[in-house]
């Protein structure tokens, strides 16, 4: 597995940074805490095999490119978190 996403996670920034340094410290990650309160939306991935480009993100999405370093093979993934409440999502 090269790439691997977490969906509503309800973590901190900083309870993400520790779970990287401790257990994932090979791996990269993107969380959309920029937008929420804390990281509803983890994506990890291995930076040796995998390039990745975030395109966008929001509350319930993140958008990115991503390359294989291996095959060449490209493509575009979504990881989305949709709220509990109909007026949210």
Not at 3 to 18: F, H, I, P, Q, W
Not at 24 to 32: A, G, K
């Amino acid at each position: 597995m090269d790439m691997c996403g977490l969906l509503e996670t309800k973590l901190t920034s900083s309870r993400v940074a520790c779970m990287h340094r401790l257990r994932l410290r090979y791996w990269q990650y993107l969380i959309n805490t920029d937008v929420a309160s804390t990281a509803r939306i983890v994506v990890f991935w291995t930076p040796a095999t995998v390039k990745v480009n975030m395109i966008a993100s929001s509350e319930q999405a993140l958008y990115f490119f991503v390359s294989s370093l291996i095959s060449q093979f490209s493509f575009m993934i979504t990881f989305v978190y949709g709220f509990n409440t109909i007026s949210a999502r």
